[in-house]
């Protein structure tokens, strides 16, 4: 529903005037973009990253909020359009990433928020506003998904209004937003699978998450929710990454979720697995049913029907979130209410 609510917005024929009425001219003049963001949302922007880069031909860096003011030739260019990524919009990080931003001159300042009087949008030019609702769990979880629906958005318009694409090719990029609701239904149906595979990670005490290309921070994002409400240690590689120290972790103990849909990077992924069943790895397999995917005694294959184009990663990252949320319940941990954390992060 959350998704459905923030696309409600759109229309085939939206433009870059969706952002604000100054949005077209700010997309055009900009000369690279600048993503900043915290926790869930940073992994959001990673994603957005490969979109916009893709889709709008803008180079584009993303930034932890803790870490970007910090960083000595951060926002030189006063072109520059900054994006921040908050679901509460009052994330102390990312406001002091959004004035220091000021401080340097950038003139340029766009927002993706859950929270419409929040000092993040007050304070930028742009802005689209998700539509998640209250969310009660600390961990993100619709926040996320609404976020990356919101970039997708952004990286559309970027392009309409760059001439990378034309109005009808805008068209088609919207009409996959529109099949969104659909396609979570379908992905949501593998759930008593999902409950499956919780019950053989419930014992664990870490889990490694490998993926690739603008998949790879689908795997840093379902690392977080695992450890986040598990509490089991959980960290996240591109899988080209694992000859270069990781695989020294992989044995019979080690539990390796892959996310490996059908894409250009498919047979990598494969030559990847393999190295983990070769040591005797535990392999928990994210794919989708035409991927040809060999089943092994070391294997456990959860297939999504697949298809998803450009939003895949959304599509992908679902799963990810109910996983850990049931290995979480089965272990007796508190979903809502993790320990030490708090829903928004307002002091540095």
Known sequence: QALADTIAVL??????ELFGKNARKGFTE????AIVACGTSYHAGLIARHWIENLAGVPCDVDIASEFRYRTRSMDDQDQLLVLISQSGETADTLGALKHARGRGVRHVLSICNVAESAMTRQSDMRFMTQAGPEIGVASTKAFTTQLAGLYVLAVCLALARGRIDASQARYHYEQLFRLPEWVAEVLRIEPDLLMTAEDLTASKHALFLGRGVHYPVAMEGALKLKEISYIHAEAYPAGELKHGPLALVDAEMPVVAIAPKDVLIDKMKSNMQEVSARGGRLFIFTEKNSDMEQRSTQHIILLP???????????AMPLQ???YHVAVLRGNDVDKPRNLAKSVTVE
């Open 306 to 316: 697949g298809g998803y184009g450009d939003l895949s990663p959304l599509l992908y």
């Open 322 to 324: 109910l996983l850990a």
């Open 30 to 33: 900009t000369s690279r973009i």
């Open 11 to 16: 229309s085939p024929d939206s433009a870059p």
